[in-house]
């Protein structure tokens, strides 16, 4: 089979920038590609990136009032950090065990053992209360706490103490008792959504607006203000000194037609014109904290190429068969 | 949409003969001066590397994005 030698190469070079990058949150602006590659991207954030989360569950002593598979599914969508999954195995192609147990490559081990003993209260057990056995993973409030033991450099606020409470798995009355062991594995949120690492992924095109200030100049105060209003978000305002209609944030608008419609029905047709620009996006990611938001997008690249290398044509392509035949021949 | 961009690939799509067999037929007719694989690769290598400068793009960005405080931002 003939390689594609001398082809001409039809790349682009998309551009980024970020706006606000944060652990769990970011906010770029992506240009010079097309809804192709924005939706792929998305689709493989929320979809295949991979993370740990539990998976088998043995239970030894559950007395508490939830069943036992109520139990393991909450214990499933607790977030573990996940900064190892993608160096990790998927349990089902690890040869270094039967894909059943434990072994280091493909799984991480968890204990839980809580009992309500004396007191009256009830007793919170809560991601807490899981032991791994990987420090590397574990769950990501419990690594947020220890971060903050460590470092200390941001200021203590009622959010982070209401963090360190952890994640509630179930509450023990006095004399109930919950033991259980619990292996986490590597997965995809395709199989199921505990293990995707995405909180929300979305993209919108940048919209461009046109004002035509030509025929803007023949409204009056009164219509120029009932035009700015009838926009249910704040996309224009008026300027106080020149009064003049302003785009005052483009992004606001929802592609809602609202303004265009108002323009219409002052009998204005064409007075502001909205187009969204095919190849500019803005990009607002989310995670669930079990990797980084920029972890999930550097993560997403990879997998998107690992996908590519699995749709190359094989030298040796056996499947082509007759087909191959007919394209050398062709 | 990236064998579209290529002038000599006449037709291309796709389909999913039955949702439930994970087969998927891609269809290109390419003009003479190509043929459909080199097309095809070409359009994967040409992704490939688009996503290889998107990776770079994003570290750059991130290492500026983390120096623009520091520049009085």
Redesign the interface.
């Known amino acids: 089979?003939?390689?594609?030698a001398g082809?001409?190469?039809?790349?682009?070079?998309?551009?980024?920038?970020?706006r606000e990058?944060k652990d769990d949150y970011a906010k770029?602006e992506l240009r010079d590609?097309?809804a192709?590659?924005a939706n792929a991207l998305r689709r493989v954030m929320i979809a295949e990136v991979p993370t740990v989360a539990i998976d088998l569950v043995e239970i030894e002593v559950n007395s508490s009032v939830l069943n036992d598979e109520f139990i393991a599914h909450r214990l499933g969508l607790i977030p573990l950090t996940s900064a190892a999954a993608m160096a990790m195995r998927f349990s089902r192609d690890c040869d270094a065990c039967d894909g059943d147990g434990s072994c280091e490559y493909c799984s991480v081990e968890f204990h839980l053992a809580a009992r309500a003993t004396d007191s009256d209260q009830t007793l919170e057990v809560t991601s807490n209360d899981l032991r791994s056995t990987d420090p590397k993973v574990c769950p990501v409030d419990q690594a947020r706490a220890y971060q903050h033991a460590l470092g200390g450099t941001e200021p203590f606020d009622t959010a982070a103490a209401a963090d360190q409470r952890g994640i509630l798995i179930v509450k023990l009355r006095r004399g109930q008792e919950l033991r259980l062991r619990a292996i986490a594995r590597k997965g995809i949120g395709k199989d199921h959504a505990k293990w995707s690492p995405a909180a929300t992924v979305t993209f919108m095109y940048e919209p461009e607006i046109r004002i035509n200030e030509e025929l803007m100049e023949t409204l009056t105060l009164e219509e120029k203000r009932n035009l700015v209003e009838s926009s249910p978000t704040k996309v224009f305002n008026i300027d106080p000194n020149t009064q003049q209609v302003v785009v005052e944030d483009a992004e606001a608008y929802t592609y809602d037609d609202e303004v265009i419609k108002k323009a219409d029905a002052m009998g204005k047709p064409g007075l502001i014109e909205i187009n969204a620009k095919e190849d500019s996006f803005i990009f607002t990611v989310e995670t669930t904290g079990a990797i980084t938001a920029?972890e999930l997008?550097?993560n997403a690249?990879?997998v998107?190429?690992q996908k590519?290398?699995a749709?190359?044509?094989q030298d040796d392509d056996a499947d082509l068969g007759e087909l191959g035949a007919h394209?050398v021949g062709? | 949409?990236?064998l579209h961009?290529?002038p000599n690939v006449l037709f291309a799509g796709y389909k999913l003969p039955h949702p439930l067999q994970y087969k998927i037929l891609v269809r290109v007719h390419t003009a003479n001066q190509?043929?459909?694989?080199?097309?095809?690769?070409?359009?994967?290598?040409?992704?490939?590397?688009?996503?290889?400068?998107?990776?770079q793009?994003?570290?750059d960005?991130?290492i500026?994005?983390e120096e623009r405080p520091k520049q009085g931002y």
């Open positions: 089979m003939e390689r594609a082809g001409v190469s039809y790349q682009r070079f998309p551009r980024v920038r970020i990058l770029f590609t097309d192709s590659m920029y997008i550097m690249i990879t998107l190429r590519l290398d749709v190359r044509l394209l062709g | 949409m990236q961009r290529d190509s043929t459909p694989t080199q097309a095809y690769t070409q359009a994967i290598n040409d992704l490939d590397k688009e996503l290889e400068n998107l990776k793009a994003f570290e960005e991130k500026r994005y």
